[in-house]
C-alpha cells in the first residue's frame, strides 16, 4: 500500500518548518516565491495529495478541525462531548470530514497550532467551549483557517459564534422558579468563569428584577475555580427554598452536597439546572433543567463554517439557539 505523503515529509526533504510547507501550498504570505515554487515542486514530485478535493459526485469535500479545551473532558462524557458527537453525525450531510483534537494545555499555553493544521490542510475549525483569550486571538489571526465558536464568544474576535441562549434560558428557569411559589432563590455558578456563567446570571438577575424579589449577596454562590475546577460548594448560613445552578453538573454536585447535610430534595429545597445532560449515576433525582437544541447548534456552526470556506463570509455574526424547560423531579411546588 502506498505510503500517505504528508506535510512533514516535504518539510523534512527541503529542511524547512511544516508550518512554512502548510502556508506555501495554502498560498499564504510569509513565503518567498522562489521557496514556494521549490516546495509546490517537491509535493508534486513526491504524490503529495491537497485535501479537501471533490468527491465522486463533484461536490467539494471540506476537512474542518474540531477542538476542544483539555479541562472540559474529565473521567466521564461531558456535555461538550455530546456536542462533538453530534457534529460528527451532521458533518457528513454536509460533504464535511472531521478531524478531531483535544487542545492540551501545554500547547494552548505555548500558542502552538492544533495538529490537524500543521500536518492536515484543513478548511475550517471548530471550536468547543471557551478556552483562553491569546490562543483564540492566535487562532484568529490565521488567515485561511476561518474558526467558528460553538457555545461561547468573545468580543474583540472577527470569527462567528453559536449559543445556547444562556440569558433567556436562565431567566425563564427562574421565571418558573417563581411560578412553582418560590422567592428565596439562589444562583450556583462563579462569575466571570466563563461567559456562559455570567451571561446565565444576568438571566437570573433580570427575572428577580421583574417580580420585584430583591437579590441577596449570600445567595450567589461559587461552583468552581477560575480554571473550571468544579467542587467545594459553600452553602449560605440562612438557605433559599430553592437553587438555579448554571449546568446540571453542578446541580447534581449541590444535589449530592444538601443530601449528605440532610435535606431531601425537593421537599425541603428545590434545584434546576441548565443543559439538560448529566451522565448517568452521577446523582440520585432526576434534575428540572433548561434544555439546549444541541443539533440546532451544531447544524448552525457547520453551515457557518461551509460558508466562510467557500464564499468567504458567514450568514451570521452571532446566531443564539433556543431551548427549553425540561420538568424532572427535582422543584417542589410551594402551596
Known sequence: ????????????????????????????????????????????????????????????????????????????PSYYWKIYQELSLIAGLHSCVILFEVLRHEREEALELPL???????????????????????????????????????????????????????????????????????????????????????????????????????????????????????????MPTAFACNCDLTASELVNLLESRGYRIPQDISIVGFDNYLYEGLCDISITSYEVDIKEMVRCAIKIVVSLAEHGKAPADMRLVSGAVVEKESVQRLR
Not at 26 to 43: F, T
Not at 56 to 61: E, R, T
Open 1 to 76: 500500500m502506498k505510503k500517505t505523503v504528508r506535510l512533514s515529509d516535504i518539510a523534512e526533504r527541503l529542511q524547512v518548518s511544516t508550518v512554512t510547507v502548510s502556508n506555501a501550498l495554502a498560498g499564504q504570505k510569509g513565503v518567498s516565491e522562489e521557496l514556494r515554487a521549490r516546495i509546490k515542486q517537491a509535493a508534486a514530485e513526491m504524490g503529495y495529495q491537497v485535501r479537501g478535493t471533490s468527491s465522486s459526485g463533484g461536490k467539494k469535500i471540506l476537512n474542518v478541525g474540531v477542538i476542544i479545551g483539555e479541562k472540559y473532558l474529565g473521567a466521564y
Open 116 to 238: 490537524f493544521a500543521v500536518e492536515q490542510q484543513i478548511q475550517g475549525l471548530i471550536v468547543i467551549g471557551e478556552i483562553g483569550r491569546e490562543y483564540l486571538e492566535f487562532l484568529d489571526r490565521q488567515p485561511d483557517i476561518p474558526m467558528v465558536m460553538v457555545d461561547f464568544m468573545m468580543r474583540g474576535l472577527k470569527c462567528p459564534s453559536v449559543m445556547a441562549d444562556n440569558y433567556y434560558g436562565m431567566y425563564k428557569m427562574v421565571n418558573y422558579l417563581i411560578d412553582e411559589g418560590h422567592r428565596e432563590i439562589a444562583y450556583v455558578g462563579t462569575l466571570m468563569a466563563s461567559n456562559s456563567i455570567t451571561d446565565r446570571y444576568f438571566g437570573y438577575r433580570k427575572a428577580l428584577l421583574e417580580n420585584g424579589i430583591k437579590e441577596n449577596p449570600d445567595w450567589v454562590i461559587d461552583d468552581r475555580t477560575m480554571e473550571g475546577q468544579i467542587g467545594n460548594i459553600r452553602l449560605p448560613e440562612r
